[in-house]
């Protein structure tokens, strides 16, 4: 590469930009997409209420119950592994906390830097982990398209990418940098036309769970 | 004017020390990371040097490259390196002016023709843009440099403005300012960005490309990999509390006594190859990083647009927070159009559908 | 007459799709997670069978047809077609093999309600004319007899005069004003005639004013079995009729299942209305009279008994407690399966399973999740709620030569009952 600073440059610069964007408004129209088309009346005697148990199943949801973690163990816990850490090193490593105090103009404490990379390790690890699992779990394999592979590669290069930039093992540092970059405004042009959406419609999904059968006087 | 004497004979005409000389040499080697027995193939070749002709020619520039320059420690060898260099025309330098030194120039270049060593400082006006921008005795610095280039053996483009374009070419770069490696295609350019750079680089350019008649080792920014090889951020100091994850937050506060990294405050010394955190300025005597002052990644291209001096490295350029508000009231106002139509179709759908009775469904069995 | 067509079928699909399907198909990530709660494929061990794929028909439409990136795949021919070969290959993933027990819809980690839109599909499966024949021909019964089995009236009327004369007590029919109209189904008239008696000795202890309904006795709903909220509507309306008729305060759905959740909930919406009347389960009216001190009983079982919850009274409606507060009070001996409640594993043989005679092999394979948690426990006895779940245990535990007879907890009750002086003859 003969411009790695322009190429950085241009990818934390116009190529963000245009990836914000994208991802914006192609999640503000599914998101309205999915409000819009409301549900009908229900003229059901309720026989409990809906807003309570429909915030409860957002949280209670992100639990297993001892049957289901018996039987899908390493989904459950392999899942919360990847999850949390790829949560810690996009929020709490002191580079990316800037990044959103550029973007949204707030900040909050950060983790020590070591302890971000230790974290990143075992979450590029989980990842590499759940792609074979998916690829040999007969279920999975059954139900998985094209897009979730897409999905896995979207999500893992950035994790690949942060972790080669942060040990430097790519010189010069402005093109692993810019990958990374690139690597993030890839994921978010990707994220509203596929399964990315579920970061924000999960908690949707089991608002209304929770209305439903709270609404028919079962717990949350 | 070219000079006879060799190099040799003119430093001990000076009254520098043949041991004083080989002092010089030693440090030169361990400068450019040549191992000790360097040293005297260093000083063999100095000796043997002839005068080369450098110009000098100064175009969108602040004057702060001399300034280092001259401001580079050990007086002594370097000055008489310089007085042994034929420096035949430099705007600052010079006793001449007018006339007389656009004379001198022009002399220089004729009776060294192939021969001379190019110097450029500053950005120059691109060849489409108004020549008025920057004239030097009502030449454009364009014109200027297409001839100076035509004699030239190799040109060093010394300051981030020769180099990538620098302040001058920073947005809205109203001068249409480019670099020297946007002109010349067709000679070797060694670029030493910095804005200022360090003064040893540059004397430690020219004395490298002396020795060895060669352009030295460069990297994609045709900068001598020997001083631009390392990041600032490999090279600093204060690199352990950056691995620590010990942030200073603001000037002056408690982190920043403690001369905790200045990651925070928009150092960038991460994505910037110089010397500065081994070299250091003034003797040695200190740089930015170590006064407390976040590096600026002046020696890389673009660092005047690239977010900003106390902006962190990571943080976006632009203003991505408009961005999101723009499209995701866009998004929600197409996303309100297309759910409208969508529901609409449902509607109607519902509205047509034919009840299905037992009789149809019989009709299947 | 009109015929059913694969557009009919798309345009109920579209009838479906409101916020929670659209919310459930954009949150969906494939873990596979709905898998292991579904008897169907965790005893078969056909991925095939996992829930989220039953539902690809639906999906397929709500993508292509209200969202925007759909519908630009789906112009640009990149998104596949629902067909008449699709769905006709659908029909065994959506009926043969799911019972819309739920379980799915509470441990979907994303929220997803997985069996509130099979219930949606099966619209269009109808609609298109890919529902099995056993349902097609349990609706067709149901619609013109009254009764999915074709029962009628005058065979219950047999059974009025038996329990009346074995109990010495009325069974009232068509009395206005009554407290309570008393529902029954087909499949319990037939199979546990014990029922009946049981709640008439239950409501005479406990001093309850109710009635049946020569007009309307079948609680079931065929059409909700088969997904056809026209049939269903149908069916409903005749209760509705019945209870109006009759000017009744409550209705009681009885130990069935779907029947509940039928007239509970989906009985309103399906008519546009709602009722001038409550509706409950047998099993809540008796532990409410258990609440409220109506009911005196004596003696205990004393054989170890475990319980069956029915999906539709537990998972679906929120009816947990109430059935073991009654067990509580006629038996000394109770213990709970392993996984029960909200949690419990269904029978197999629900939402329609059972009326589709092509799908007994995939009946009988779901019960070996059931055998297997009473194989856990090792009671002597099962005591459930349900018609069919009574059936399906019955017939799974024989199958696999178990004997572990199974009861009605109705008929427990009446059992225990303290009697209130000498019977009248």
């Not at chain 3, 619209?123 to 009764?147: Q, W």
């Not at chain 3, 309307?216 to 997904?227: D, K």
Request: net charge neutral; aromatic share 8%.
């Amino acid at each position: 590469m003969s411009d790695p600073m322009g190429f950085l440059l241009w990818v934390k610069g116009p190529g963000l930009n245009w990836a914000l964007a994208i991802f914006a408004l192609g999640m503000l129209v599914r998101i309205v997409e999915i409000f819009m088309l409301g549900r009908k009346t229900n003229y059901a005697e309720p026989k409990g209420g809906e807003w309570g148990p429909g915030f409860k199943t957002i949280l209670t949801r992100s639990v297993a119950d001892p049957g289901t973690f018996a039987r899908a163990p390493f989904n459950v816990v392999v899942g919360w592994i990847w999850h949390i850490g790829f949560l810690i090193t996009l929020l709490l490593f002191i580079p990316h906390i800037e990044l959103f105090r550029g973007v949204l103009g707030i900040a909050w404490p950060g983790l020590p830097n070591p302890v971000v990379d230790a974290v990143t390790a075992i979450t590029i690890l989980a990842l590499v982990a759940t792609l074979v699992h998916r690829l040999q779990h007969p279920v999975k394999k059954r139900i998985s398209t094209p897009e979730d592979y897409l999905v896995w590669t979207v999500t893992f290069l950035p994790l690949l990418t942060g972790y080669l930039a942060y040990h430097r093992l790519v010189n010069p540092y402005p093109l692993i940098l810019g990958l990374h970059i690139l690597s993030v405004n890839l994921f978010l042009v990707v994220f509203p036309f596929t399964k990315l959406t579920h970061v924000f419609t999960a908690f949707i999904a089991r608002w209304y769970n929770g209305a439903i059968f709270g609404r028919k006087g079962v717990e949350s | 004017m070219a000079a006879s004497k060799t190099l040799g004979e003119s430093l001990r005409e000076h009254g520098v020390s043949r041991r004083g000389f080989l002092k010089f040499c030693a440090a030169t080697a361990s400068m450019m990371a040549l191992p000790p027995s360097m040293g005297p193939v260093i000083a063999a070749a100095l000796e043997k040097a002839r005068r080369p002709s450098v110009i000098w020619l100064s175009f969108q520039e602040c004057t702060g490259c001399t300034e280092s320059l001259t401001r580079s420690h050990s007086p002594t060898v370097e000055d008489l390196i310089f007085d042994v260099i034929s420096l035949d025309y430099h705007h600052t330098l010079q006793v001449a002016a007018g006339a007389q030194a656009e004379a001198a120039r022009e002399q220089a270049m004729k009776e060294n023709h192939g021969e001379y060593l190019l110097v450029v400082d500053g950005s120059l006006p691109g060849p489409n843009m108004n020549p008025g921008y920057s004239t030097i005795a009502g030449i454009s610095n364009y014109e200027m440099l297409k001839e100076a280039v035509a004699g030239a053996k190799a040109i060093v483009a010394v300051g981030t403005c020769a180099a990538f374009g620098g302040l001058p070419a920073a947005a809205p770069n109203p001068t249409g300012a480019v670099s020297v490696l946007d002109i010349v295609k067709d000679k070797p350019v060694i670029n030493v960005p910095g804005c200022p750079p360090v003064p040893m680089v540059i004397t430690g350019v020219l004395a490298q490309y002396l020795v060895f008649g060669k352009l030295p080792e460069l990297d994609e920014y045709h900068r001598p990999k020997a001083f631009f090889g390392q990041s600032i951020h490999d090279r600093c100091y204060r690199r352990p509390f950056y691995d620590k994850g010990l942030f200073a937050e603001s000037f002056d506060d408690e982190g920043a006594r403690k001369g905790w990294c200045l990651y925070r405050l928009g150092c960038k010394g991460p994505s910037t190859y110089n010397a500065c955190a081994t070299m250091r300025w003034n003797s040695g005597t200190s740089w930015p990083v170590e006064s407390g002052h976040p590096c600026l990644g002046c020696s890389e291209p673009k660092f005047w647009d690239a977010g900003g001096f106390y902006v962190p490295l990571s943080a976006p350029l632009g203003s991505p927070g408009s961005t999101l508000l723009a499209a995701g009231v866009t998004g929600a106002v197409v996303g309100g159009v297309a759910a409208a139509l969508a529901k609409k179709r449902a509607t109607t759908a519902a509205a047509e559908r034919e009840p299905v009775t037992v009789e149809e469904l019989e009709q299947k069995l | 007459m009109s015929e059913l067509t694969l557009e009919r079928g798309l345009n109920a699909l579209r009838a479906e799709i409101d916020a929670p399907v659209a919310a459930f198909f954009s949150s969906c990530v494939h873990c596979g997670i709905c898998a292991t709660a579904c008897p169907f494929c965790t005893e078969t061990g056909d991925p095939k069978y996992t829930p989220i794929l039953k539902l690809e028909p639906l999906r397929l439409v709500w993508e292509s047809e209200f969202t925007l990136w759909g519908r630009i795949k789906s112009s640009l021919g990149l998104s596949r077609k629902v067909t008449d070969e699709m769905l006709a290959e659908w029909e065994e993933l959506l009926y043969d093999s799911c019972s819309m027990c739920g379980r799915c819809s509470i441990v979907c980690p994303v929220g997803n309600d997985l069996q509130y839109m099979i219930r949606k599909t099966r619209e269009g499966m109808v609609a298109s004319g890919h529902a099995p024949e056993g349902l097609i021909g349990a609706a067709g019964r149901a619609i013109r007899t009254g009764s999915p089995m074709g029962l009628q009236w005058k065979t219950l009327d047999v059974q009025i005069k038996h329990v009346e004369g074995s109990t010495g007590l009325e069974v009232p029919v068509d009395k206005a004003g009554a407290d309570y109209l008393v529902l029954l189904s087909s499949m319990e008239i037939i199979n546990f005639p014990e029922y009946l008696e049981a709640i008439t000795k239950i409501f005479d202890h406990a001093g309850v004013k109710w009635t049946l309904s020569t007009d309307c006795f079948e609680a079931t709903n065929a059409g909700i079995q088969i997904g056809s909220k026209d049939i269903a509507a149908e069916l409903v309306e005749r209760v509705v009729s019945a209870a109006t008729k009759l000017n009744v305060k409550n209705v009681i759905s009885p130990e069935c299942g779907h029947a509940y959740t039928a007239i509970r909930w989906e009985g309103p919406n399906l008519i546009g209305r709602s009722y001038p009347f409550r509706v409950f389960h047998i099993i809540e009216v008796l532990d409410d009279l258990r609440a409220s001190g109506r009911l005196q009983t004596e003696g205990k079982e004393t054989d170890r008994l475990s319980m069956h919850d029915p999906c539709n009274l537990a998972r679906k409606s929120g009816v947990i407690q109430q059935q073991r507060n009654l067990m509580d009070l006629v038996a000394e001996n109770f213990v709970d399966l392993k996984e029960h409640g909200k949690y419990q594993w269904c029978c197999g043989a629900g939402g329609g399973v059972s009326s589709n005679e092509r799908a007994e092999p995939l009946k009988m394979a779901a019960f070996k999740r059931k055998k297997a948690q009473i194989e856990e426990v090792e009671p002597e006895r099962m005591v459930t709620m349900c018609a069919t779940c009574r059936t399906q245990l019955e017939e799974g535990l024989e199958e696999f030569n178990m004997d572990i007879p199974v009861v009605g907890l109705t008929e427990m009750i009446a059992d225990h009952l303290v009697e209130k002086g000498p019977p009248r003859g």
